[in-house]
């Protein structure tokens, strides 16, 4: 599959020069690099979340290959999807998948299905790419988009990842695409994120989904947080930080509707 970019020219500028420009404001290239097992990065167009996942992308060190896991914002495809060959063109080039990885995911016991609809106008995943090819050109990826399941299901892809990741001796980053709290006041965004934001810290999957369906939090990227939760643990995770929240309107200036949006790292 050769996925086209999607959302270039809206979420993001859609000319090389002026893309690199706006990431290079966004990033910090001089700071100490840390191990990380996964990241929590949000994806909306990067004027408003752009420092956020600009923070954490330069808070890390890269390796080879970066798992991205999705939401399905679209309901397209397959409820939980893979594409395990081709790939993703951003107007800073092509992105190739690590088919081998990708293949040996497939066949575990995640539960995956090889699909390409559900991937096909995602931005979830699309905006992550251009950071990523501003750090390492040559970075690869495997792409997960996840749809409506029982939180088991997302729990069952965490192990499946970490076990996979075990048994090959690879090491790849898993970074869980989400927005916080959507279209609410700023303060009651930041409580409602806060409560989430904690439980993600304690890498305490459980207590996430308790407190998302207990403070109505409108997180639409939980499935690939609780899957990232999960094969962190299986990895051995210890270590998290919060490396940035901001919401919408620190940039837009209404603070009266917004967007959340968090940057965490987890690592040993």
């Not at 869980?176 to 439980?199: L, N, V």
């Amino acid at each position: 599959m050769i996925r086209e970019a999607a959302v270039a020219g809206q979420f993001y500028p859609g000319r090389p020069g002026e893309l690199k420009e706006i990431i290079e404001q966004m990033t910090d290239s001089n700071i100490d690099r840390k191990e990380a097992i996964g990241v929590v990065s949000p994806h909306a167009g990067f004027i408003y979340s752009g420092p956020v996942a600009g923070a954490v992308f330069s808070a890390i060190k890269f390796t080879d290959t970066f798992i991205i896991i999705g939401p399905n914002h679209r309901g397209m495809g397959k409820p939980l999807s893979i594409t395990t060959d081709g790939s993703w063109k951003t107007p800073l080039g092509d992105v190739q998948i690590d088919s081998g990885l990708a293949k040996a995911i497939l066949e575990s016991p995640a539960g995956l299905e090889e699909d390409t609809l559900a991937h096909r106008y995602e931005h979830s995943l699309e905006v992550q790419l251009p950071f990523l090819q501003y750090f390492k050109p040559d970075v690869k990826i495997v792409p997960i988009v996840l749809g409506q399941a029982a939180p088991q299901a997302y729990q069952g892809i965490g192990r499946a990842l970490a076990g996979v990741l075990k048994s090959r001796g690879e090491a790849a980053v898993i970074v869980a695409s989400s927005d916080m709290t959507h279209y609410e006041p700023h303060e009651s965004a930041r409580d409602k994120d806060k409560k989430a934001i904690e439980a993600i810290l304690s890498l305490d999957a459980e207590e996430l989904v308790r407190r998302i369906g207990r403070y109505d939090i409108s997180m639409c990227g939980y499935a690939p947080v609780i899957s990232l939760i999960t094969a962190a643990l299986e990895m051995g995770a210890g270590r998290t930080e919060l490396v940035k929240y901001q919401t919408s309107g620190d940039t837009s200036g209404d603070y009266a509707s917004v967007v959340g949006y968090a940057g965490i790292l987890i690592g040993k």
